[in-house]
């Protein structure tokens, strides 16, 4: 079992910053791959950003390329996403998951969920 729980959400202008986190705890950690998703009111949860398979290989959203970063802390069994130039079309609950196989960008390949935080960009 692996407990997820997000942090970092809240309101901000459009055109700011956030940093998502989200605090793992659970057995084998290590051996998941993690990923973020967001879920906007009246849309389909949507991929977002996650690790590859390989060491330090990251993929990304087409509509938040070049302004978000996934990174993880394994020490502190922590994930983040740097979120930068905030738009109103990132309003979104965000949520972290992990993986252990199977396509990054589809949320079925997921086992484990946090609870989601909310962001709210105003334009």
């Known amino acids: 079992q692996v407990q997820l729980v997000e942090s970092g959400g809240g309101l901000v202008q459009a055109g700011g910053s956030l940093r998502l986190s989200c605090a793992a705890s659970?057995?084998?950690?290590?051996?998941?791959?993690m990923g973020w998703f967001r879920q906007a009111p009246g849309r389909e949860r949507e991929f977002v950003a996650a690790?590859?398979?390989?060491?330090?290989?990251?993929f990304y959203a087409d509509s938040v390329k070049g302004r978000f970063t996934i990174s993880r802390d394994n020490a502190k069994t922590t994930v983040y996403l740097q979120m930068n130039t905030l738009k109103s079309e990132d309003t979104a609950v965000y949520y972290c998951?992990?993986?252990?196989?199977?396509?990054?960008?589809?949320?079925?390949?997921?086992?484990?969920w946090g609870q989601g935080t909310q962001v709210t960009v105003s334009s």
């Open positions: 690790f590859g398979r390989s060491a330090g290989l990251t």
């Open positions: 998951a992990a993986r252990s196989s199977g396509a990054l960008r589809s949320e079925e390949s997921y086992s484990y």
């Open positions: 659970g057995r084998t950690f290590s051996s998941y791959y």
